[in-house]
């Protein structure tokens, strides 16, 4: 099993443009969900889906969109990217919302210049 | 106002050494969870602890959640360089999302 993958591992924007990090799972896991991790932080939620076609806000969601067109993929979007988005990203998923193993894909570290 | 905070932020330690680090808040919580995480990579889990007063031990590692379940700490006993990451609590709020701490940042020296 390949788990929770996440593309690009690395990626360098300029202020204002767009871009889709991707989150793919291949567990059939119901719940997915993206974080964004800053130093001395630890993990904030960004944007969460409880199954295809529901999704739902975290704690901070400003400035980014999610779809769940599919139980196995999780795009995040960031429709117009800000230095303050300089971050690192995880996507994570579990089996349900109840079952409380949740798997982290490897992360995508986004710089914002 | 973070939910969970984690004591120390840092902390360097030798081979061989014993350690501690502490998750705390002031909200009660049905179950908290460690993960670990290694430069590059995603959170692992390392446990989940549910009743008030609960240890549970992995090889070197002794997790307890306090009796009020409002924290937890994480013991280990000779740390070794493999156990050199980040360790964060986290719990399950509203709507079962899951809430990390701040993070104790490890470093073991040989």
Request: aromatic fraction near 8%; hydrophobic fraction near 30%.
């Amino acid at each position: 099993n390949a788990g929770v993958t996440q593309t690009p591992k690395f990626q360098v924007l300029k202020t204002g443009q767009s871009m889709t990090l991707q989150c793919a799972q291949d567990m059939n896991h119901e719940y997915m969900s993206w974080y964004r991790q800053d130093p001395g932080m630890g993990l904030r939620l960004i944007h969460y889906s409880v199954g295809a076609g529901i999704t739902d806000q975290g704690e901070v969601p400003n400035g980014y969109n999610v779809s769940r067109s599919t139980t196995e993929d999780f795009p995040l979007r960031l429709l117009s990217a800000a230095p303050s988005q300089t971050s690192v990203y995880f996507c994570a998923s579990r089996q349900g919302v109840n079952k409380n193993i949740q798997y982290f894909g490897a992360g995508t570290r986004l710089s914002v210049l | 106002t973070q939910l969970l905070e984690q004591s120390p932020q840092f902390l360097s330690i030798q081979e061989g050494e014993n350690l501690t680090v502490y998750c705390n808040s002031s909200s009660v919580f049905s179950s908290l969870q460690w993960y670990r995480q290694e430069p590059g990579e995603g959170p692992v889990l390392l446990v989940t602890v549910v009743t008030g007063g609960e240890v549970k031990k992995l090889k070197r590692l002794t997790f307890q959640f306090g009796d009020a379940r409002k924290d937890s700490s994480l013991h280990i006993t000779a740390a070794q360089p493999g156990d050199t990451g980040l360790y964060l609590c986290a719990v399950t709020g509203g709507g079962n999302k899951l809430t990390f701490g701040t993070g104790t940042q490890l470093k073991v020296e040989l």
